[in-house]
């Protein structure tokens, strides 16, 4: 069983940046995937992105790529997403992952996730 929260999220300005955190816990939490996926009104969750349990690995979705960057901190059992040159279009809730699994953009290989925090950003 992994447990996980989000915080962070917020109403920012398009352009502008914020911070996301995860905050994991469970046995072995150490070895899971972490991953963020978001979800806009009126539409399916999409895949944000994701990192390895060693951090050796991201992957990013093409929206969000070169925006936003993924880190974990495995000393304190947390993964954050920094974003940067946001977009109205970013807005959305955003949920923390987790997986047993390596890698992965499915959602359907995750089997934890957080309650979400939602990020608005205003054009």
């Known amino acids: 069983q992994v447990h996980l929260v989000e915080s962070g999220g917020g109403l920012v300005q398009a352009g502008g940046s914020l911070r996301l955190s995860c905050a994991a816990s469970?046995?072995?939490?150490?070895?899971?995937?972490l991953g963020w996926f978001r979800q806009a009104p009126g539409k399916g969750r999409e895949f944000v992105a994701t990192?390895?349990?060693?951090?050796?690995?991201?992957y990013y979705g093409d929206s969000v790529k070169g925006r936003f960057t993924i880190s974990r901190d495995r000393a304190k059992n947390t993964v954050a997403l920094q974003m940067n040159s946001l977009k109205s279009e970013d807005t959305a809730v955003y949920y923390c992952?987790?997986?047993?699994?390596?890698?992965?953009?499915?959602?359907?290989?995750?089997?934890?996730w957080g309650q979400g925090t939602q990020v608005t950003v205003s054009s």
């Open positions: 992952a987790s997986s047993i699994r390596s890698t992965s953009r499915a959602e359907a290989t995750y089997d934890y």
């Open positions: 469970g046995r072995d939490v150490n070895m899971y995937t």
């Open positions: 990192i390895s349990w060693n951090g050796g690995t991201t």
